[in-house]
């Protein structure tokens, strides 16, 4: 069954440090999403991409994120410099059109120091 | 906007039965409900598209009334696997964004 992949699954890193979050969404979908989850909360919404750019994003995915699709099938989603509030389970998903049922990935786990 | 679920909380012993309410303030095109495992990602349950349309999945069951922009969650006689966190997630008409709840806790005792 084809499924969205994440990696990695978990980085710890120091305040300060950028990271790099890599998706591989399921190759015939259109819609991708990442959301963010801190530790016991909701799933929060970050950003949307369709069409080779960004659709959409919430007021959390300011000029510290920013989210590339370097080779057409990747996903990334990088924080510039991290700080501590940003460590958080973080979710891929896409989906095949614009409604429909959401496939998450397995999340990274980023912890920061 | 985020919707509000309802209960927080709910913990059943085998073979009781649950309801878990999520509503909106705006109007809503779909409602979906995803559970999820202790460090594990959402899956996906069920999608409901149309007013007062219910569906279901083996015990599990849901409601969507679109005038009243609710939707409720049904779990009848609950097995130990069906233990987690419940989302709703909510997308309203011309948004192709689902914004989740903050999410219902189910355990499920022996």
């Known amino acids: 069954e084809p499924e969205v992949t994440q990696t990695p699954s978990h980085q710890v890193t120091q305040m300060g440090q950028e990271v790099i979050l890599r998706c591989v969404p399921i190759?015939?979908?259109?819609?991708f999403y990442w959301y963010r989850q801190i530790l016991g909360q909701k799933v929060e919404f970050l950003v949307s991409?369709?069409?080779?750019?960004?659709?959409?994003k919430s007021e959390i995915f300011d000029d510290q994120f920013s989210v590339e699709r370097p080779d057409g099938s990747n996903f990334t989603l990088k924080i510039r410099s991290t700080k501590l509030e940003d460590s958080a389970m973080y979710f891929c998903a896409s989906r095949v059109q614009g409604t429909g049922e959401l496939f998450f990935g397995e999340g990274s786990r980023l912890t920061v120091l | 906007q985020q919707p509000v679920q309802s209960p927080q909380a709910v913990i059943l012993r085998e073979g009781e039965d649950a309801v878990i309410n999520c509503s909106s303030s705006?109007?809503?095109?779909?409602v979906h409900w995803y559970r999820q495992k202790h460090g594990e990602a959402p899956v996906f349950l069920m999608i409901?598209?149309?007013?007062?349309e219910q569906k279901g999945h083996e015990k599990i069951s849901a409601s969507f009334n679109e005038k009243k922009q609710q939707s409720s969650l049904y779990l009848t006689a609950s097995q130990l696997s069906y233990s987690g966190t419940y989302f709703c997630?909510?997308?309203?008409?011309?948004?192709?964004?689902?914004?989740f709840g903050r999410g219902t806790s189910l355990i499920v005792h022996p």
């Open positions: 190759s015939n979908h259109l819609y």
């Open positions: 991409f369709y069409n080779n750019e960004i659709s959409e």
């Open positions: 409901l598209l149309k007013g007062g």
């Open positions: 705006k109007a809503l095109y779909s």
């Open positions: 997630g909510t997308e309203p008409g011309g948004s192709y964004i689902p914004t």
